[in-house]
Structures are given as C-alpha cells and as structure tokens.
C-alpha cells in the first residue's frame, strides 16, 4: 500500500472466466454477523490473493478472540464490471453479500438510499479509515498515500465528507519489455531509453536485427480494442503539461484557474499524440502484424514467447497469465521500463534544448542527484532557470499511471458488515501488504 505510485488514474482492463453466483455457501448462514461472505470482481488481479488474505485474517489471534465462531465461505466471484454495485443497490432482501470488492467504482451510486432512507453503502469514515491499523500504530488513513485518500473522498450534501469505498490495489501501468531478447539484440551493456526519442531509435535499430526463423523482430505488440497506448498517451501528456496543469484540464481550468474551452489547447495533448504516431503510426512498421485482430490475452501470449520485444500493459500482467506460463514455461525474463520522458519537453525548459543533454538530466535524476549536484555532472543546467528545468524532468521521470477503481464495498445493512470492517483493517497490515503482494507476483 506505501509503494510509490503516481497521481495519474485508469481503470484496470484484463480477462477472467467465471459464472456469477449470489449468496452464501457451505452451509453458512448469511444472516449470522459471525458469517463474512464475500465477492471479488475476478478480473487481471485474480482471486487467489483473497483466498490467502481470508486464510491469514483467521489465523490472528485478535480475530479469533473476536470471533470465535467466524465462518468465510470461498468467495464468489465473475467477471462483471458492475456485478458488486448492483448487487448491493439490490438491496438487503436479494443480496447477501458482506463485502464485495470491485475493479470499477461505485462512486456515483455512494448517496443513493433504499424507501427507508437508508444508504446503501455503509460509510467506512469511522470505523475504516479512522481507525488504528490492528498491531500497529497508525490509522488506516495515515498509512495511505495522501493523494490516494483524498481521491476517496465524497463530498456529502451537507458539506462533510465521507469515505465510502476502500482501494485494495494501486496498480500501475507502463512499458513491459523483454530482458532477455533486448540483450540478444542489443547487447547485455544496451542503456534503455531516458526519452521517447530514443525510445523510437530503439525500435527502430530493433527492426533492423533477425530471429532464429530469419523473422524481422517486431518492437510492439498490443491489442487495438484495448487501447492500453491511451494510458502511455496520458502519462506523456502529463510530463510535458506538469501534474498541476495536467489536473487543471480535468478541474475544467486553464493555469489561472479560470474556466475556460482553451484547456483543450493544451500543447501537451498533442505532443502526447504525436509522440504515440511516431512509435506506433501505421508506417512506422513498429508493430506486430496482428495488433488489430488479437484478443489482448492472445497479445500477452505472443508477447510471452518472444513475438515481441515490447508491450503496454499492467502490473497484473504476471498474475494474469500464471495459467499460460504454467502450459508453456518461458526463459524469458520481462520487466518494466522507467517510463521514458517525452522529449518534447524541452519546449518547456530553458535551459536544455537536445534530447542528448535532457538524457543526461534524467540519469542524473536516476541517480538521486540533488540539483547542485547534477548541474555539475549536466553543465547545461547551471544556467538560469536550471533548477527548475531539473525540477521539472524531477517529476516528469517520476510520473506513473496509476490504476485506481478497485475498491471494497460494505452494504450498510449486511449481517456481518462489522467482521467486514475489521477484514479491511486487517488488509491495511503489513503482514496483509507483504502477502498480497507475494500472492499477485509483486502487484502493488
């Protein structure tokens, strides 16, 4: 949960198969408050790391003096992106769930109220967020990011604010690529691309080499319908505009704080875009031949064995395809790139104007270097107005696309919404984070 993660938002996209199931098994009563019962949207994530939560969450001893009778029946689970947000508006007489966690959020359901009056959503404030995490000595709250609290916040008709729904996973999204063949081709001493720049010479010495078949090697492979480009295309947008001015567009204000249509003038939307067409413009000849026609788990797959040396896509990218690696086992080794700063940003330096020198910059922000230090090792910077061109590669560097919406939700009126609660605290705990991690192969 304390892995750094940027400001910068998307909903996940993945693949799972299963048959929707509503209510509780095994012989549980899901009236009974000792009885959790539990649903998971089973997208790229999986479910797994669930199962080993609920296995960890009773074997604490405060959790079984708390409940000494606690039953958690396997948990439901299908691939419907609406599936929880329904079930809970459907209210207590047809949903018997206690806790449903979801890959898209409920927000804009967060105020609805059965004839009663009643929520639906029971509100996690207090009782939550507010609350000391079990064994340790901070709230739920101050172990979170700050950015990513306050993106939980809902602003009440009152004025208050209220916490409704719990992320459970602060993904992130980027450019998979493969070690073992950028070695192959490129050689073991080959310096990743710094800049979107030398991210097209990369792919364009790629094309140049030949596999074992005598196959041109393909730099890209994606699938088309499901435009994992957009969230690189976002994440240079937001390089180049700087986070404040990137949040301006989507708070409908220019950089005075002024409402005003010129926000779609931002010059950063088109650098992001012309930065994507001369990576993967039709002509660039950078992609697989098949980009428009697979499935995006058939994409993983050829990505997988080699068909490509580079892809978009998530953190769940390895616990998604556990299944096809353990059909077809791999020698590859694949990791994510630093994201490479668009190059067009030296529009907006004073000092530095040649994607060479701005490289130079972003190893010496690789490095940790403070200013005065790198603007020895990068001389261009000493010059007026350097500190803040290296504060501004600072943070374009470190710009992430974060993927958000997964968030658990507590029906106002569940049996067991009180053992729900402490299962969210409980998620808060490192012995929870470590696992879950461990469980998705290092998602965060």
């Known amino acids: 949960m304390k892995k750094h993660l940027g400001r910068l938002c998307a909903i996940a996209c993945a693949l799972a198969l299963c048959v929707p199931v509503a209510g509780c098994g095994n012989g549980a009563d899901p009236n009974s408050s ?44 299908n691939s419907e992106r609406n599936y929880p947000e329904n079930r809970i508006l459907a209210g207590a007489t047809a949903n018997t769930f206690d806790l449903l966690f979801s890959c898209q959020s409920a927000s804009t359901s967060y105020g609805r109220t059965d004839s009663s009056g009643r929520p639906y959503f029971e509100d996690l404030t207090v009782s939550v967020y507010q609350s000391t995490v079990p064994g340790e000595d901070v709230t739920v709250a101050e172990k979170m990011l700050d950015d990513v609290y306050a993106q939980q916040a809902v602003e009440k008709s009152d004025g208050g604010t209220a916490y409704y729904g719990m992320p459970w996973i602060n993904g992130y999204m980027g450019i998979l690529y493969n070690k073992t063949l950028v070695e192959k081709y490129l050689g073991a001493s080959y310096v990743m691309p710094r800049t979107t720049t030398e991210l097209s010479g990369m792919a364009a010495v790629l094309k140049t080499k030949r596999d074992d078949a005598g196959n041109t090697v393909v730099p890209f492979i994606s699938a088309s319908k499901e435009q994992y480009w957009n969230q690189m295309f976002v994440t240079w947008w937001a390089q180049y505009e700087g986070l404040d001015n990137y949040d301006n567009f989507w708070n409908g204000v220019n950089e005075n ?155 106002s009126y569940a049996a067991g919404k009180e053992v729900a609660k402490d299962f969210l605290r409980f998620l808060a705990t490192d012995i929870s984070v470590n696992a879950f991690m461990k469980s998705t192969y290092g998602a965060g």
């Open 34 to 77: 000792n009885t959790l019962d539990i649903f998971i949207g089973n997208f790229g994530y999986g479910y797994e790391w669930l199962e080993d939560q609920i296995e960890l969450f009773k074997q604490q001893d405060w959790v079984k003096e708390k409940y000494p009778d606690l039953v958690i029946p396997a948990p439901k689970n």
């Open 257 to 411: 704080g002024e409402r005003t249509p010129q926000i779609f003038a931002q010059t950063g939307r088109l650098r992001a875009l012309e930065t994507l067409q001369s990576l993967i413009g039709y002509d660039t000849g950078n992609n697989h031949p098949e980009i428009n026609t697979l499935e995006f788990t058939q994409a993983q797959a050829k990505f997988l064995i080699g068909e490509a040396v580079m892809m978009p896509n998530g953190d769940w990218f390895e616990c998604e395809m556990r299944a096809t690696q353990a059909e077809n086992p791999y020698d590859y080794e694949i990791g994510f790139m630093k994201m490479p700063v668009i190059s067009s940003i030296v529009e907006k330096l004073t000092t530095i104007k040649d994607d060479g020198t701005l490289a130079d910059a972003v190893d010496a922000v690789d490095a940790g270097m403070p200013y005065e230090e790198a603007k020895t090792a990068v001389p261009a910077l000493s010059g007026e107005g350097g500190a803040a061109d290296y504060e501004k590669i600072t943070e374009a560097r470190r710009v992430m696309y974060r993927v958000d919406g997964h968030e658990a939700y507590i029906p």
